[in-house]
């Protein structure tokens, strides 16, 4: 215990700069939009174990590369995201029966993530008992193919909402929605989970936050390629200069999951623009 205390007590004094918004580690959305013109760019890694493709038959550790983002706020009402993964590197320690055979012969395979493409519409602030609260819908691409055992080649489309609410100096996020996910499988098949995130923000002190969330998708089917999921993560968020630094350890909530992983990541904003003064235009 006192081990911890003194770790906190030294990132504490070495944080320092500006202030920053939720998300990373965390993959719960937030429903506070980013300023106009201001935009966030987020980039890291991450490191899983026992990661399972039950489509192509794969198992192994998964390293994630360039996990990365980009969200501007385009409006006063309005945020515009794009997210995805520079490079997939599975090494493979296990095979399985596979629904679709993979063309990978070695003891690896690689490839790149989905393309994320989101809209964010801000519905109503946060005020007195009531949370803040936003609608969300993106599209994501299917980048990464079935050829290297880490795609499903299928277009995949969510819609959610948004809730934040604070109590006190701690913020509970919650996200909600629906995915619709085509079959890999079985032409003109689709499948219609919900979506779900949970997550918490407690700040430790003035530049340092804990961290947690559970984040997952769950459907009365879990289909080969659109299995059920459902993820724990838990860690810190470090303010130091001008990006904020986070690290989180993950731990798989089911069968198709990873084991055990590690996110780490920073986040960077800046304003690119500003928003016109209200102009009067006289017609006559």
Do not use: H
Request: glycine residues 14%; charged residues 20%; proline residues 5%.
């Amino acid at each position: 215990m006192r081990n911890v205390r003194w770790v906190l007590s030294v990132l504490c004094l070495l944080s320092a700069g500006g202030a920053y918004a939720d998300p990373r580690p965390l993959r719960t959305g937030d429903a506070d939009l980013l300023p106009t013109g201001r935009v966030r760019v987020e980039f890291g890694a991450e490191f899983l174990q026992g990661q399972a493709y039950p489509l192509s038959g794969l198992r192994g550790d998964l390293t994630r590369l360039g996990v990365g983002s980009v969200q501007v706020g385009v409006g006063e009402y309005a945020e515009f995201g794009i997210s995805g993964v520079v490079q997939d590197i599975l090494s493979i320690t296990g095979r399985s029966e596979p629904v679709v055979r993979p063309a990978v012969t070695g003891n690896s395979t690689n490839d790149f993530g989905n393309l994320l493409l989101a809209t964010k519409l801000k519905i109503f602030g946060e005020s007195g008992p009531r949370p803040a609260l936003s609608f969300r819908f993106g599209v994501e691409l299917p980048n990464a193919n079935q050829e290297n055992g880490l795609g499903t080649d299928q277009t995949q489309f969510y819609t959610g909402l948004l809730l934040k609410k604070s109590f006190g100096r701690v913020r509970v996020l919650a996200d909600l929605g629906l995915a619709i996910l085509g079959s890999p499988v079985v032409a003109g098949k689709q499948t219609d989970p919900l979506t779900y995130g949970v997550g918490a923000v407690v700040p430790l002190c003035r530049r340092v936050n804990f961290v947690a969330e559970v984040v997952g998708r769950r459907g009365p089917e879990g289909r080969i390629g659109n299995e059920n999921l459902s993820q724990l993560r838990a860690g810190v968020q470090l303010r130091t200069g001008i990006l904020r630094w986070d690290l989180a350890g993950i731990r798989g909530l089911g069968e198709f999951d990873p084991d055990s992983g590690l996110a780490v990541g920073a986040t960077y904003e800046f304003q690119a623009f500003r928003k016109d003064p209200a102009r009067v235009r006289i017609v006559r």
